[in-house]
């Protein structure tokens, strides 16, 4: 049978056919592995609320993705959306048997792995944006530009779960971006744009790196996290601004991620200070 075309087909965009649900059980779905359950919806508002209010009847390892998000979710409740199957949106439901003070480096540990996973399977270079930003680096009018392609929102659920949502603008054109600060691996000349791959690779990188930290109890530096982020985390070095709450800005240079996630600024003339939340920007040097 030949399928329907009409404007709500997920095969009206050839250049972006849909995910291939059985294939991707097939691939990620096994016995002892992480991967409980994978589910695709045409559409939803946010996939970490639904997998939230889903939680408390679900194992670890439950995996939500939708084909378009029309409500997206960032931190500070920034809301986004995107065309239908133009990105990965997708949450997963973990439960970390780890000290509850170590749960902040869930949100880092996703950007690793999917920093890594996407690498190899896009042929893309990713950079890591303190404290849930993935980057690529883009061609532009006045040069390359570093943009932001993707981003992860961690949220508890219920007493024992974590959802970790990821969303990911794979073949987003120019023209469709919503700010011009936004990125896509397609734009980024990424070797592949094939999403199907590109799921299983973030997914099972995922899974490598979550067990890692597992069996660590959830030590950052025992695990291999901490020195892996700072390997690729394009702010360190960098000199930033950051935009706490209450207000208050904080600028320096960003010199370590330390045992509890947190950016160290090094603020000209003063002592160091460990940022836990807020908004960080990169400043270009001047000249």
Avoid at 250 to 268: F, K, M, S, Y
Wanted: charged share 20%.
């Amino acid at each position: 049978m030949t399928p329907s075309h009409g404007p709500s087909s997920p095969w009206s965009d050839l250049e972006r056919p849909p995910l291939n649900a059985p294939s991707l059980r097939r691939a990620l779905l096994r016995p002892g592995g992480l991967w409980t359950s994978l589910d695709i919806v045409r559409a939803t508002g946010s996939t970490n609320s639904d997998l939230a209010t889903r939680a408390a009847g679900l194992p670890e390892g439950a995996v939500l993705v939708a084909e378009e998000q029309t409500a997206g979710r960032g931190r500070l409740d920034r809301t986004w959306s995107a065309p239908a199957r133009s990105g990965l949106f997708f949450s997963v439901l973990l439960k970390p048997g780890v000290p509850v003070g170590r749960l902040a480096w869930l949100p880092l540990l996703t950007g690793v792995a999917a920093a890594t996973g996407l690498a190899r399977a896009a042929g893309a270079d990713m950079a890591l944006k303190w404290p849930n930003d993935l980057m690529v680096t883009v061609a532009g009018d006045a040069g390359k530009e570093e943009r932001k392609a993707g981003g992860i929102l961690a949220e508890r659920a219920g007493d024992d779960g974590v959802v970790v949502g990821i969303g990911l603008n794979v073949t987003l054109r120019e023209d469709e971006l919503p700010v011009p600060t936004a990125g896509s691996l397609l734009l980024a000349d990424a070797v592949s744009t094939d999403r199907d791959p590109l799921l299983r690779a973030v997914l099972r990188s995922l899974e490598h790196w979550y067990g890692r930290w597992t069996a660590a109890d959830g030590d950052p530096a025992a695990s291999g996290l901490q020195e892996a982020y700072a390997a690729g985390c394009a702010t360190l070095g960098r000199t930033v601004r950051a935009e706490l709450p209450g207000g208050r800005a904080l600028t320096g240079e960003a010199v370590a991620i330390d045992g509890d996630g947190r950016l160290v600024v090094a603020p000209p003339g003063a002592e160091r200070e460990a940022v836990g939340a807020g908004d960080v920007v990169h400043l270009r040097p001047v000249g």
